[in-house]
């Protein structure tokens, strides 16, 4: 389950998923202000244009900034994430959206008002999911007690570690949420996302791999529990967004595996041979992890750039939008033999 922003390359991603992908990757989708929309429905619209009318859930991006006040999409987002009476306010909107499955946040709540959010998100009939966060939720053993008397069939809990360089960290606290929520509702389906995409990239000279910790700390939380219902997330290989300034990306091209991402890069300052984009690509398709036959629209990108022909990726933005739409496609087939999904691809970026 991947759990995706509400931005420019995270939904173009999306949008050029093959549709049998997105059938069956259930995202969650933080909601914040569509670029230069003027009301928050533009966000539902985008998420739509991408996703189609398929069933979502709804959470809430909870690190776009929230000094943004300027529009009206922004103090519409600045009201339910975070207002008076935003869980109101948000649970208006979400029951707007046909296709929006609710979330309940232990972010700012006690437990005794994440009840009564679970109790109203359940009145529409939508099922609830129960949003923790590892930065904002002080989780404690109450959260089983809070989850006693419903079915396993009316809600979900999705656990979100945020960004680590190392995810396996947090095993323990993932662990210890499970046991809590586990201990009230045996068959509770949990999510354990985090992402782990790396932030500096200068240790990077040639095609390198990087392993995916959040396939990592998934499996090491799974191995201490005998239950099904336990479900890998991630954040599609994006991370969350940032006020810090970063100097401009040189050029790269990022690849996606199951288990890892494959990095092409080399640049170093006063050096003459240096990559740009197109020799990033070719050297990760004359690499090893390239496959035989491309399969999505991201690696049609690379191919195009290699190549030289229309359409190639030259910036960092088209850089992560192709590497997304190959995570997200990797991780809907994880141990699975993926197959050419014959989807036509929108050239144009």
């Not at 700012?108 to 008002?113: D, I, K, P, R």
């Not at 680590?164 to 949990?190: G, H, M, R, Y």
């Not at 984009?277 to 036959?293: C, F, K």
């Amino acid at each position: 389950m991947p759990s995706l922003c509400v931005r420019p390359s995270e939904m173009r991603a999306l949008e050029e998923l093959p549709e049998k992908d997105k059938d069956v990757i259930f995202p969650y989708i933080m909601l914040s202000p569509w670029v230069g929309s003027s009301n928050l429905l533009a966000s539902i619209n985008r998420i739509e244009k991408s996703y189609g009318s398929r069933t979502f859930i709804l959470g809430i991006d909870r690190y776009y900034p929230k000094e943004k006040t300027k529009s009206d999409a922004q103090r519409d987002f600045a009201r339910i994430s975070g207002g008076e009476n935003h869980y109101r306010d948000y649970l208006d909107f979400a029951k707007s959206v046909e296709q929006a499955i609710p979330c309940a946040f232990l972010v700012g709540a006690n437990y005794e008002s994440l009840r009564h959010q679970i109790d109203a998100a359940l009145k529409l009939d939508k099922g609830v999911v129960v949003s923790v966060d590892r930065y904002r939720s002080n989780v404690t053993e109450e959260l089983g007690a809070v989850l006693e008397g419903l079915d396993a069939d009316q809600f979900g809990v999705h656990i979100c570690g945020g960004w680590s360089n190392n995810p396996l960290f947090d095993e323990l606290w993932f662990t210890d949420c499970c046991k809590f929520i586990f201990s009230a509702v045996e068959k509770a389906p949990i999510v354990l996302s985090t992402t782990s995409f790396p932030k500096l990239f200068d240790h990077i000279s040639g095609v390198e791999e990087v392993p995916i910790g959040s396939r990592e700390l998934f499996k090491a939380v799974s191995q201490r529990f005998n239950n099904e219902r336990l479900i890998y997330g991630d954040w599609g290989s994006a991370k969350p967004r940032s006020d810090e300034t970063a100097s401009p990306a040189k050029p790269r091209i990022d690849y996606a595996l199951g288990d890892k991402w494959v990095i092409a890069r080399r640049w170093k300052k006063n050096q003459e041979n240096n990559w740009d984009y197109a020799d990033a690509a070719a050297n990760l398709m004359a690499s090893a992890y390239w496959p035989r036959e491309i399969s999505v629209w991201g690696e049609m990108r690379i191919q195009q750039t290699a190549h030289g022909l229309a359409f190639p990726i030259d910036s960092a933005p088209s850089n992560v939008a192709a590497r997304i739409n190959i995570h997200l496609h990797q991780q809907a087939n994880f141990g699975v033999t993926i197959k050419d999904t014959d989807d036509p691809w929108d050239d144009e970026f």
